[in-house]
């Protein structure tokens, strides 16, 4: 599997769009981008995931680079319900379950 | 939707004490994956079902841990004998095939 690179940590102003990017410049062709957040004592909650194009959904975009090497989680309007870990992973489909989930990046949204 | 449903919620045992986990996953999911996940780490892999079948556990401690997913629903981990190192947070997810993994809030279990 495709290794991913996020940053330990990031704070995001309440109201205000957070930008998670990732790199994964070792992405295969048939490996999807996935996202998947950790709130605080609940299990990873998944959030979206694309192949090549942007996805979007009732939770966040994913924009993806034309030569895949990296994406970026946009969360349009973040709350302090969104503080949580975010992770980023490479994976074809579900890998069967062996999904790498890494360090990932702590966002904190701040009133 | 129901999600996955995990029990117990938090577990406190002595070393060499047995102890097991319940997972109800959602509603026709017919794959279903445990997980360890211990403090400040990601999620890791420890055994994965398609229905009643288990089609990776090579990740499994086998000497003290086991499994079981008899009806290919609801599932059990277990851990015969436990050891202080086993302190984690046990998780449970199932999926209908290929679609997104779906978490319940997990078992934190503690070993003194």
Known sequence: DAKTTQPPSMDCAEGRAANLPCNHSTISGNEYVYWYRQIHSQGPQYIIHGLKNNETNEMASLIITEDRKSSTLILPHATLRDTAVYYCIVSRNNQGGKLIFGQGTELSVKP | ?112
Do not use: M
């Open chain 2, 1 to 112: 939707e129901a999600g996955v449903v995990q029990s117990p919620r938090y577990k406190i045992i002595e070393k060499k004490q047995p102890v097991a986990f319940w997972c109800n996953p959602i509603s026709g999911h017919n794959t279903l994956y445990w997980y360890l996940q211990n403090l400040g780490q990601g999620p890791e892999l420890l055994i994965r079902y398609e229905n009643e079948e288990a089609v990776d556990d090579s990740q499994l401690p086998k000497d003290r841990f086991s499994a079981e997913r008899l009806k290919g629903v609801d599932s059990t981990l277990k851990i015969q004998p436990a050891e202080l190192g086993d302190s984690a947070v046990y998780l449970c997810a199932s999926s209908l095939g290929n679609s997104p993994l779906h978490f319940g809030n997990g078992t934190r279990l503690t070993v003194t």
